[in-house]
């Protein structure tokens, strides 16, 4: 079947410091792959997206790359701010499936200056 | 305007009540769906609809009712609220003639707690 893993916060970050969330994910088609945002309460908000392998995906200084030999897309970001508190999710769509969306429970990012 | 409205934006009721959630978007896109986000679950598909004719069961939909009015309106219902059922609905669209990158974008969110 497809699902999503994603790895488990909350995450609390110094301001400018490096963050990385993992990502891995089956699927049973060949999928394309998302990370969504929500801000403190929001919805949530597309923040990049890749649909081949390979493809990096990049938004607002994060970047997340189609790996589909680890089947994994990490998401990335070089100096975080405090603006980026939110929950992140990964998350997943496949064809086969009518593009239904299957997604992780969320990270939780908290960046304190 | 937001393109994905969604009200009530926050409901308290009692187990046992009829409570309907609706949606409305102005995106003008066939496909809508309903969440259902818990801590710790993220978020699960309860229902989906295709077009105004087409609706099928996600991952969770005991316990839930959906109907699709129109092409922009998509409305759930619960026949009879439980506790458990206390959560935050999202509502969601999707444009399918966006493949292979298709995006799903979000209403703001409906908090239900039942009591």
């Known amino acids: 079947g497809n699902s999503v893993t994603q790895m488990e916060g909350p995450v609390t970050l110094s301001e400018e410091a490096f963050l990385t969330i993992n990502c891995t994910y089956t699927a049973t088609g060949y999928p394309s792959l998302f990370w969504y945002v929500q801000y403190p309460g929001e919805g949530l908000q597309l923040l990049l997206k890749?649909?081949?392998?390979?493809d990096k995906g990049s938004n607002k200084g994060f970047e997340a790359t189609y790996r589909k030999e680890t089947t994994s897309f990490h998401l990335e970001k070089g100096s975080v701010q405090v603006s980026d508190s939110a929950v992140y999710f990964c998350a997943l769509s496949t064809r086969d499936t009518g593009n239904q969306f299957y997604f992780g429970t969320g990270t939780s990012l908290t960046v304190i200056p | 305007d937001a393109d994905v409205t969604q009200t009530p934006r926050n409901r308290i009721t009692k187990t046992g009540k009829r409570i309907m959630l609706e949606c409305s978007q102005t995106k003008g896109h066939d496909r809508m769906y309903w969440y259902r986000q818990d801590p710790g679950l993220g978020l699960r598909l309860i229902y989906y609809?295709?077009?105004?004719?087409?609706?099928n069961k996600g991952e969770i939909s005991d316990g839930y009712s959906v109907s699709r009015q129109a092409q922009a309106k998509f409305s759930l219902s619960l026949e009879s609220a439980i506790p458990n059922q206390t959560a935050l609905y999202f509502c969601a669209t999707s444009d399918p003639s966006g493949y292979p990158t298709d995006t799903q974008y979000f209403g703001p969110g409906t908090r239900l707690t039942v009591l």
């Open positions: 609809s295709f077009d105004v004719k087409d609706i």
């Open positions: 890749a649909t081949k392998a390979d």
